[in-house]
């Protein structure tokens, strides 16, 4: 069974930082698309950051210079450094992963919550 394991959410004040980490079988490890997308309590789930099999990474406008998404091959991992965290950050953070695209997900995370305080 594919799995995609979150873990690293929390609640952090303002200004704070939280790493968040996604284990992966191999197999999904190796697609060709890993990504975080996030989704707060009454909006839609959005995408936060991809990497791609080649390293080339893209994020969303609104994390921009804050966050950054990159991978342990040693240890099958995904991770998300996230500073300088503010309120509209707050959110479930899920990992994903696509076998040949980032616009068409195969696998996602359970999830993990993350809560910054003002």
């Known amino acids: 069974q594919e799995q995609l394991v979150e873990s690293g959410g929390g609640s952090v004040q303002s200004g704070g930082s939280l790493r968040l980490a996604c284990t992966a079988s191999e197999y999904t490890y190796s697609m060709f698309c890993m990504a975080w997308f996030r989704q707060a309590p009454g909006k839609e789930r959005e995408r936060v950051a991809y990497?791609?099999?080649?390293?080339?990474?893209t994020y969303a406008d609104s994390v921009k210079g804050r966050f950054t998404i990159s991978k342990d091959n040693a240890k099958n991992t995904l991770f998300l450094q996230m500073n300088s965290l503010n309120p509209e950050d707050t959110a479930m953070y899920y990992c994903a992963a696509g076998r040949i695209s980032c616009n068409g997900i195969d696998y996602w995370g359970q999830g993990t919550q993350v809560t910054v305080s003002s």
């Open positions: 990497i791609y099999k080649t390293g080339t990474t």
